[in-house]
């Protein structure tokens, strides 16, 4: 089924729309969705991870460590008891043992590390329904 098919617009209205939407920046990119388990990584790994300090330079330095983490497929900074938030895909617990070692530790100004390992994944959603209703 084709994109104007199941907003139930004509083809030609829909390739308007998109480009209306590439054109001011709201569609920044288009991505295949990987399925880590179909390739052996069954396991997903919430990985909160706490600072010695949030000065500017410590989160700078951190953050320059970590989009170098190559276990690492989701990184943010976040608001609450943690500073940043990490998703990381593993084939198993003595795998992510390797990798809580030889990445996760060794990233600069580290002070805590908590994992928590997803049992279900229940909806993923690249945007929530809701920002395509009509206001």
Do not use: W
Not at 3 to 22: D, M, N, P, W
Not at 25 to 53: C, F, H, K, Q, W
Not at 66 to 92: N, Q, R
């Amino acid at each position: 089924m084709h994109l104007g098919e199941r907003v139930h617009l004509s083809s030609t209205a829909a390739a308007r729309r998109r480009k209306i939407l590439e054109d001011s920046g709201a569609i920044d990119g288009y991505a295949a969705n990987v399925a880590p388990s179909r390739l052996g990584y069954g396991i997903t790994v919430m990985v909160s991870i706490e600072l010695s300090s949030q000065a500017e330079q410590v989160l700078v330095e951190f953050e320059t460590a970590a989009v170098l983490c190559p276990s690492m497929s989701y990184c943010s900074f976040i608001s609450g008891d943690t500073d940043f938030l990490m998703i990381v895909h593993v084939k198993s617990f003595e795998d992510y043992d390797r990798i809580y070692r030889s990445e996760l530790s060794m990233l600069p100004h580290v002070r805590r590390i908590r994992s928590s390992f997803v049992m279900r994944e229940v909806e993923r959603r690249s945007v929530a329904p809701v920002v395509f209703e009509s206001r």
